[in-house]
């Protein structure tokens, strides 16, 4: 397996605003920073929790985050190529033992396409939105080689979980 050390191409990302709170007293923590990765995108993060009542929100705004500067983070044993770019605005909640979710992520023009293998794995895009208790996955397209795929879903999340995955194979369709 390779892992490469040098998982950034260009120039070294730029962490800002860093901040840690901790409130000892209330049992709380808050954190937050945000990287940037010159001409490749950036990336915000916040979290907040508390340990007295298990309680845990993670706040992310991606931008324009150009996944090819990460292929180097994916341990194979061929070499891989990695394609696409990612955004949104998402939250991320678990409080009373209830998950919550608010916002969207979108992946454009994704492809992962390992040395060996009959062809990418492609999708034009992909789009996640969450509201409240409920997660969807927009239909979107994918391709492998000769098959094709559709892939939706419909989540709501504490309760039930619907995933479809609609495969097209030459003279041949499964779900």
Avoid at 88 to 113: E, K, M, P, T, Y
């Amino acid at each position: 397996m390779n892992f490469r050390a040098n998982t950034l191409k260009h120039s070294q990302p730029t962490i800002r605003g860093y901040l840690v709170l901790v409130q000892l007293d209330q049992s709380l923590g808050d954190g937050a920073f945000q990287v940037v990765f010159p001409e490749q995108g950036r990336l915000g993060l916040r979290l907040k929790g508390g340990w007295r009542k298990p309680e845990v929100e993670v706040q992310a705004r991606i931008e324009k985050l150009r996944l090819r500067s990460f292929q180097g983070l994916i341990p194979t044993a061929n070499a891989v190529s990695l394609d696409g770019q990612l955004g949104g605005d998402l939250r991320l909640g678990w409080r009373s033992g209830q998950a919550s979710c608010d916002g969207g992520l979108s992946l454009v023009n994704f492809s992962l396409h390992e040395s060996g293998a009959q062809g990418p794995l492609r999708s034009p895009q992909l789009q996640m939105t969450c509201k409240s208790d409920r997660l969807k996955i927009v239909p979107s397209s994918w391709s492998y080689g000769p098959y094709r795929a559709t892939l939706a879903g419909d989540v709501a999340l504490n309760r039930t979980f619907d995933l479809r995955l609609k495969l097209h194979e030459p003279g041949k369709e499964r779900e």
